[in-house]
């Protein structure tokens, strides 16, 4: 049987000194599919993203990519399948975004290797896909938090990579912004084929652009699956500890809201 | 209009620099002169009697001190950009994370305790200046906020060295130490022979060219631990090599011609300001300029009229107000954001 798996977490436990942070994840993620990763703060979804990237050493259990485990892969041959695009990235020099970009061809450079013209106009047909080629010569710490998420998001397709990591790429973005980079991301992990991790708060942007749900609670994966099963409310009122209303629409889609109840304890 | 590259005015100031250097100081030497000696050492020949004084001035003692400050001036900015990529602060440099105070301890020691010749002094001061930086990655290499921890290890190995510096001074013989170990901390270049040219080539220009050849790999480190490792660098092997080439330059430069301040933060700060933070170009500028910096210093103290002063005043009397300057430049922009 042919093994469509491209990320499978197994078993996987990490501890910040005594603090138990993840404890027996268990998933996989398929080729192509947007999997996005929910819990509330401090649920261990930013400090699981670092063990797959290998930023943080797992205590046990394993991650396989293409069924290769990753602790016996070198940074490069990682770097070569895993980008990262972190929630905030605020850098003391400044780096242009077309230099930023260039940096996600790292490993393909070599040992002493810096990037040449065809890596240059490699780099920006990129920042031509996602219409921010005006950027080019632009200094990255006077962008918008909009335009700093689009250039890491460019920065790791020039990566080439076959997965890709996202923290919270919405958190600091408002509402138009957050539409804008959530259906880039999807346009992009579809056009690619692109296997997308993507942690996010909103249950509802994560229900409307992931293919498959996981949410973690407390260091565990409690409920996994598509929107329709997670959609619950005593699912969602047992991770979230509030009270919830699911509204149904016209359009089919599901969403979640506070109860009223909740709103007017918290009032009070 | 098109703007000229500033690596061709840095270059011909460099050029202009060194004939200004060769020609000035106590003894002054013509141009016409300078190229009669140039080129009959270039052909083998033996200059005449009519210019057997300039000729000793120029080759004896002009050249290798010449070439001396170029060497040193390029390590230092060259340690300064590396240190700086490395530990992501543009305030970071050699001279203030243990280097200088542990190459001043290891020349005091050598001085106070074994035979006080030039080549113990240097070799002394060369081994602690390298244990310092050891000592900095040992104290604070570990942990999970590394890039901090390191810098306050450097803090405490700089005073920690800067209090062992002080009581060997205090203990030292006033009259036939004390001097040495002062006039040493000071930095100067009055001393400089040809086999200080040839030792500290060896180690400068080998310990440049591989800062140089991994020099994407520092663009990344200057973005931050966690986004060079998703991105493919060995952070820990890569912050041990730059801090390792860097240290050696820093520190041959050191052996040399004593402690000269400055030149290090000032230089890497400034070629930043001009060519931006590409280590591509900021590597090559910084170690032109550092090189003119310090071949133009050394040339001013060596020029007074009362004599010479070390030249780590002059150094400190410019680095200094400038840093301020850039500094108080900078809130400005900052406080009209």
Request: aromatic share 8%.
């Amino acid at each position: 049987m042919q093994n469509h798996k491209m990320l499978e977490i197994d078993n996987i436990s990490f501890s910040y000194r005594e603090r138990r942070i993840l404890n027996g994840i268990n998933f996989s993620v398929e080729k192509g599919e947007i999997c996005g990763l929910l819990g509330p703060n401090g649920c261990g979804k930013t400090t699981l993203l670092k063990c797959i990237n290998r930023v943080l050493h797992c205590k046990s259990g394993t991650i396989r990519v293409h069924g290769q485990d990753l602790s016996k892969l070198s940074r490069g041959q990682i770097a070569g399948m895993i980008a990262v695009v972190p929630q905030e990235l605020n850098i003391v020099f400044s780096f242009t975004v077309i230099q930023m970009v260039l940096m996600g061809g790292t490993v393909r450079y070599g040992l002493y290797g810096t990037p040449c013209r065809k890596d240059y106009l490699d780099a920006c047909e990129i920042l031509e896909e996602l219409r921010i080629e005006h950027l080019t010569d632009r200094c990255y710490n006077e962008l918008s938090g909009g335009e700093k998420q689009v250039v890491l998001i460019a920065r790791a397709l020039f990566q080439r990579p076959e997965i890709v990591l996202l923290d919270e790429p919405t958190s600091h973005l408002d509402f138009k912004r957050q539409h804008i980079i959530m259906e880039m991301i999807k346009k992009i992990s579809g056009e690619k084929g692109l296997t997308t991790l993507i942690t996010l708060h909103d249950p509802n942007t994560a229900g409307r652009y992931c293919h498959r749900l996981i949410m973690l609670n407390r260091g565990c994966v409690c409920h996994k699956g598509s929107r329709e099963k997670i959609f619950h409310v005593e699912t969602l009122e047992s991770i979230y500890e509030m009270k919830i209303r699911i509204e149904h629409t016209d359009t089919g889609s599901d969403y979640v809201i506070p109860h009223p109840d909740q709103e007017k304890n918290e009032k009070n | 209009m098109k703007r000229i590259s500033p690596f061709i005015i840095i270059t011909i100031l460099l050029m202009a620099g060194i004939v200004f250097a060769l020609t000035v100081g106590q003894y002054h030497i013509n141009l016409l002169t300078l190229r009669e000696i140039l080129i009959l050492k270039l052909s083998g020949k033996t200059p005449g009697d009519d210019l057997m004084t300039p000729a000793m001035v120029l080759w004896s003692v002009r050249l290798p001190r010449v070439l001396i400050a170029l060497l040193a001036g390029a390590a230092l900015s060259v340690g300064g950009v590396a240190f700086q990529g490395i530990m992501r602060n543009p305030l970071v440099a050699p001279s203030f994370i243990g280097v200088t105070h542990g190459a001043v301890f290891g020349a005091s020691i050598a001085i106070i305790f074994f035979s006080k010749s030039a080549f113990s002094i240097e070799t002394s001061a060369f081994i602690w200046a390298v244990s310092a930086v050891l000592m900095v990655y040992v104290v604070g290499g570990r942990g999970i906020n590394t890039l901090t921890t390191l810098v306050i290890a450097g803090v405490i190995i700089s005073s920690f060295f800067q209090a062992a510096g002080s009581f060997l001074k205090y203990i030292a013989d006033p009259y036939e130490e004390l001097p040495s170990i002062v006039f040493w901390m000071m930095g100067g270049l009055n001393n400089v022979q040809w086999i200080h040219v040839g030792r500290a080539s060896v180690i400068i220009l080998t310990g440049i060219t591989v800062i140089y050849a991994f020099r994407w790999k520092l663009n990344l480190m200057a973005l931050g631990d966690e986004d060079a490792l998703s991105m493919g660098v060995n952070v820990k092997s890569a912050r041990i090599l730059f801090m390792l080439f860097s240290t050696l330059i820093v520190a041959a430069s050191s052996s040399s011609c004593g402690i000269i301040m400055w030149v290090d933060l000032i230089v890497a700060h400034i070629s930043r300001l001009i060519v931006g933070p590409d280590h591509n170009r900021l590597i090559p500028f910084a170690a032109i300029l550092g090189a003119f910096f310090l071949l133009m210093t050394d040339t001013i103290v060596r020029s007074l009229p009362g004599g010479e002063i070390p030249v780590s005043i002059i150094t400190s009397f410019i680095g200094a107000p400038l840093l301020g300057y850039l500094l108080m430049k900078q809130n400005k922009q900052w406080s009209e954001e």
